[in-house]
């Protein structure tokens, strides 16, 4: 661990990842849904977006190829990931993306932060829980200068009571880690072999609760470098939704919601007489507290405004209707019933499968899609179509429904695809960009590569299995993507 890194892992660079939950129209939506009067991003509106914490840059890149209008800024401490962002961006030709080596603790004092302009939107995925104080504290002093009037903030973290459990097992991966290894991955690796060893000799804080000896088996098949940012950082803390939330405060931001959005939802999330307690109390970080108190979810996606404006009910119902929003899953794949927080909901099929077959050539408003042909049941509840269709990823908003595919978007899919793979596995989940729907579509590297073909007029399936020097046995998977998966990411404007 370098001096310069003030406790953060810095030996090896982190994953290249799209987390959906980060997605500018996903914030606004969480903030529409919660009563909260935004805009939703459309078309050529000229947003600005500034990602804190980016480590090599792929969501940023990918939003700014979705996006050429947008501006997009991106910060990390870790000179390592803003070289690799950069050189990402020049072979992707992605002129509306600055990339900014800087530390978050003294930024917001650094003449630096002049030439950053004011953002409708930030985002911090996988920072607030593994920085020091210090840190946090010149987060929340950045955010008080630079979030504009009505900008929104997403931040993630690990959050209490859920990690309570499991403190002790951390800490016993972070120390012993240190002491069995050198580099940071390799830490991680040995960290969790110890654990999985002392959980053997029935540890007591180990076997309970009993989830503790399933996340470490889950731990040990993630790769290694998540492992080593996830678990070593010298300052990992997780926190309480409240305390989050009074930091934030300090920046005149307002908690309005959740961007994973089917938790918006008490009905989705807690069983009936958990919403009875949670009803009691009218403030909302108190509702949170009850919320936490009662699911398993260790991560935290939250949502702030700086000067949340509430809207009517009719009003906020007006604003959903006109969303768009397009298949992420093949219309026939979507499920009778579906996991949510609370246990598992019934989506019923005179309902959804209308509607989601109405998108079956792109991305369409909700007030069309409640009045679509052969809709039975309720045509007046847009946040419950949205909540369940997207909130469970079986959609995404659309920015410009009509758009085709974007040549910047496509040059930064080339680029994605060509990198990943040299030492990526194909099966890798990644995401690719799209101007229809300005965010990115969820894809794996075969997926990627089949479309990126199907976009040059190749859909032969011997001569993609040759190109990727498949056995004949394996070519079954590039027929299911052309059957299944093109469709979808056509319609999503990708190729």
Not at 125 to 149: F, M
């Amino acid at each position: 661990m370098s001096a310069w890194s003030s406790g953060y892992i810095t030996d090896i660079t982190y994953l290249s990842g799209w987390y959906r939950q980060q997605s500018p129209a996903i914030l606004a939506l969480a903030c529409l849904m919660n009563g909260a009067e935004t805009t939703m991003p459309a078309g050529d509106d000229p947003v600005h977006v500034l990602e804190l914490g980016c480590g090599q840059g792929y969501a940023a890149l990918l939003l700014a190829a979705s996006n050429p209008t947008w501006r997009i800024t991106a910060i990390d401490f870790n000179p390592a990931h803003i070289a690799a962002a950069r050189a990402w961006a020049a072979e992707a030709r992605l002129e509306n993306v600055t990339f900014l080596e800087a530390d978050l603790a003294t930024l917001a004092e650094d003449p630096a932060a002049r030439d950053i302009p004011q953002a409708d939107f930030v985002t911090l995925h996988g920072v607030w829980t593994w920085v020091s104080p210090a840190v946090q504290a010149g987060i929340v002093r950045l955010l008080r200068d630079k979030v504009r009037a009505g900008g929104i903030v997403h931040v993630s973290y690990n959050v209490l009571p859920a990690w309570g459990a499991r403190l002790g097992m951390q800490r016993l991966i972070h120390d012993s880690g240190r002491l069995l290894a050198g580099r940071s991955d390799r830490q991680a690796e040995e960290g969790i072999k110890l654990a999985q060893n002392l959980l053997a000799t029935e540890a007591l804080h180990l076997r309970q609760p009993a989830a503790t000896g399933q996340i470490l088996e889950q731990l040990s098949q993630l790769p290694v470098s998540y492992l080593a940012h996830e678990l070593m950082n010298g300052h990992w803390k997780p926190s309480f939704m409240a305390d989050v939330a009074a930091a934030f405060g300090d920046a005149k931001l307002e908690w309005v919601g959740a961007s994973q959005l089917i938790e918006n939802f008490p009905g989705l999330t807690l069983t009936g007489p958990q919403v009875a307690v949670q009803q009691r109390f009218d403030d909302p970080l108190m509702r949170e507290l009850v919320k936490d108190m009662c699911i398993d979810r260790a991560l935290r996606h939250d949502v702030f405004m700086r000067g949340a404006r509430r809207m009517t009910p009719a009003t906020r119902d007006a604003a959903l209707m006109d969303v768009s929003i397009g298949m992420a899953i093949p219309p026939d794949e979507l499920p009778l019933e579906a996991s949510i927080p609370a246990g598992k909901v019934e989506l019923s099929q005179a309902f959804y499968q209308p509607i989601v077959e109405a998108m079956a050539d792109g991305p369409k408003r909700v007030i069309d899609l409640l009045h679509a042909d052969r809709v039975q049941g309720r045509r007046d509840n847009p946040a419950e179509l949205i909540g369940i269709l997207v909130g469970l990823g079986f959609a995404e908003p659309a920015v410009r429904s009509g758009a085709g595919p974007g040549a910047a978007a496509m040059r930064f899919n080339q680029v994605a695809l060509r990198r990943l793979r040299r030492t990526e596995s194909i099966n890798r989940q990644a995401a690719a960009a799209s101007s229809r729907m300005g965010t990115g579509m969820p894809a794996n590297l075969l997926e990627m590569f089949v479309a990126d073909q199907a976009g040059q007029g190749n859909s032969d399936v011997d001569r993609l299995a040759e190109l990727l020097g498949l056995a004949p046995d394996q070519r079954a998977a590039i027929d299911a993507i052309i059957l299944t998966r093109l469709p979808v990411l056509r319609a999503a404007g990708v190729y």
